[in-house]
Structures are given as C-alpha cells and as structure tokens.
T-cell receptor
Framework: EDQVTQSPEALRLQEGESSSLNCSYTVSGLRGLFWYRQDPGKGPEFLFTLYSAGEEKEKERLKATLTKKESFLHITAPKPEDSATYLCAVQVYNQGGKLIFGQGTELSVKP | NAGVTQTPKFQVLKTGQSMTLQCAQDMNHEYMSWYRQDPGMGLRLIHYSVGAGITDQGEVPNGYNVSRSTTEDFPLRLLSAAPSQTSVYFC????????????FGSGTQLSVL
C-alpha cells in the first residue's frame, strides 16, 4: 500500500535555530513529491515539486531535497513567520490525478 | 483572478440532511478535486475530475457525489449527512492532470450534528 509519513508531528524552534522536517514514502512508483505550507484556517499553499532522487529546490529559507525513500525540508535560520503546518504529498505513476498526503508537521518558531 | 472559490465557509447540518459544497475556479484548470482534512489524518482525496464530464473516485468517496458540467465548477454533494462527515473540506485545482501544482480554496468547515 502506498504510504506517506511525516516526522516529527510538531516541532518547536527558536528564531534562527535551523532544523529539518522529514517525509518518508513507500510507493510503487514515484512520479513526483510535493511540499505545501498551510496556515491556520487556510488552504495549503504550494512550495516545491521534486521528481528524482538527488534533486533540490530552494525558496528563501527553505530547501527541499529528495532521496529514493524520503524527502527533507530544511529550514535555515527560521523566523516566526515560518510558523505553519508543512505538508508532504506524493503522486504515483498509473494512478492518474491522485495525491497521497502525509499528516503534516506543525512548526512553531518563537522569537 | 479570484483563484479557487469555495462556499460556504461554515455549515452546520443535522444528520440526514443534504447539501452541496460549491467550488469554482477562474484559471481554466483541467483538473479539480475535493479533499477532506481531519486531525491526525492529513488530507484525503474524495473525488477528482480531469475535465468537464469526467470524474473519478479518490480514497474516501462513500457518501459523496460530484459532477463536472463545466470547466469552472466542481460541486460536492452530501446526499444524507452523517456525523462522520464532520470535517474541513478543500477544493483544489491544477492546470493539467499531471497535478504538478495544486491551488487550494480556503476551505469549508462542516459540522454534522
């Protein structure tokens, strides 16, 4: 069964304290892996798409990487405005438009 | 561009009532989908559509109906609401069926008593 697991469930950081969020996946054939950010009371907002092992994408303080089994979202010198829930999702070959989401990691950055 | 518009934002139903959650997008996207989000379970796909007149089931389709008569609109119908359908519902669309980048609406919080 295709599965996506995110860890940790919650992460509390001090402003400037770098860390990483993990997304591990077990799928029959990965077509793409996606990262989204979700603020309370809002819909998720797209961050990155990764397609192949070794690929990296960056946006401001965020950097996403992909291996054959997992993806990491690295947060460098976070600020309080980075506080949000970060969601990981995968798309599997031959499953059309279906995305499988992980449970998310709730990040809190304190000043 | 309004993006993806969902209505209503909040709704309370009694068990057995029916209702339709509305979703419209103005980006000429081929792909549209409905998700529900429950604490600890992440987003789960209910139904999706790859174009007008074409719909398919997702992970949790039971109790929900959809149709896609136009490119812009993708309503979600609850035929006989149950307490298990209490959730936050999100509509999302993508330019192509490759679903490379989903645009989400702001959600509908539904409570079934």
């Amino acid at each position: 069964e295709d599965q996506v697991t995110q860890s940790p469930e919650a992460l509390r950081l001090q402003e400037g304290e770098s860390s990483s969020l993990n997304c591990s996946y077990t799928v029959s054939g990965l077509r793409g892996l996606f990262w989204y950010r979700q603020d309370p009371g809002k819909g998720p907002e797209f961050l990155f798409t990764l397609y192949s092992a070794g690929e990296e994408k960056e946006k401001e303080r965020l950097k996403a990487t992909l291996t054959k089994k997992e993806s990491f979202l690295h947060i460098t010198a976070p600020k309080p405005e980075d506080s949000a829930t970060y969601l990981c999702a995968v798309q599997v070959y031959n499953q059309g438009g279906k995305l499988i989401f992980g449970q998310g990691t709730e990040l809190s950055v304190k000043p | 561009n309004a993006g993806v518009t969902q209505t209503p934002k909040f709704q309370v139903l009694k068990t057995g009532q029916s209702m339709t959650l509305q979703c419209a997008q103005d980006m000429n996207h081929e792909y549209m989908s409905w998700y529900r989000q429950d604490p600890g379970m992440g987003l789960r796909l209910i139904h999706y559509s790859v174009g007008a007149g074409i719909t398919d089931q997702g992970e949790v389709p039971n109790g929900y109906n959809v149709s896609r008569s136009t490119t812009e609109d993708f309503p979600l119908r609850l035929l006989s609401a149950a307490p298990s359908q209490t959730s936050v519902y999100f509509c999302a669309s993508s330019y192509t069926t490759n679903v490379e980048k989903l645009f989400f609406g702001s959600g509908t919080q539904l409570s079934v008593l």
